[in-house]
């Protein structure tokens, strides 16, 4: 079974930067495609930024130039660095296997961000 663990959210000025950590079990981490989601308030979930096993990484146009995403196999855990945070940044965020998303699986707790002055 998939368990995934948020980590790193929090307030923060519009400007701002923060670091979210999730860390993985259940899964062989090293060739598993990771992904960063987001739900804002009243909203649907959405992709943020996605990782292969090989570290290729593709973004959501609306953070791509603010937003890293990085994973260290070793720890079986992905990042993602957020800079230049806004405050339509602000929502909870969650990390899921790729498989685990398309097949309709569970979800993390999540971690709120909140960007606000």
């Known amino acids: 079974q998939v368990r995934l663990v948020e980590s790193g959210g929090g307030l923060v000025q519009p400007g701002g930067s923060l670091r979210l950590s999730c860390a993985a079990s259940g899964i062989i981490f090293s060739i598993t495609p990771m992904g960063w989601y987001r739900q804002a308030p009243g909203k649907q979930r959405e992709l943020v930024a996605r990782i292969l096993g090989g570290g290729s990484t593709n973004y959501a146009d609306s953070v791509k130039g603010r937003f890293a995403i990085s994973r260290d196999n070793a720890k079986d855990t992905v990042y993602l660095q957020m800079n230049s945070l806004k405050p339509e940044d602000t929502a909870v965020y969650y990390c899921?296997?790729?498989?685990?998303?398309?097949?309709?699986?569970?979800w993390g707790q999540g971690t709120q961000v909140t960007v606000s002055s």
């Open positions: 899921n296997a790729e498989p685990v998303v398309l097949t309709g699986g569970s």
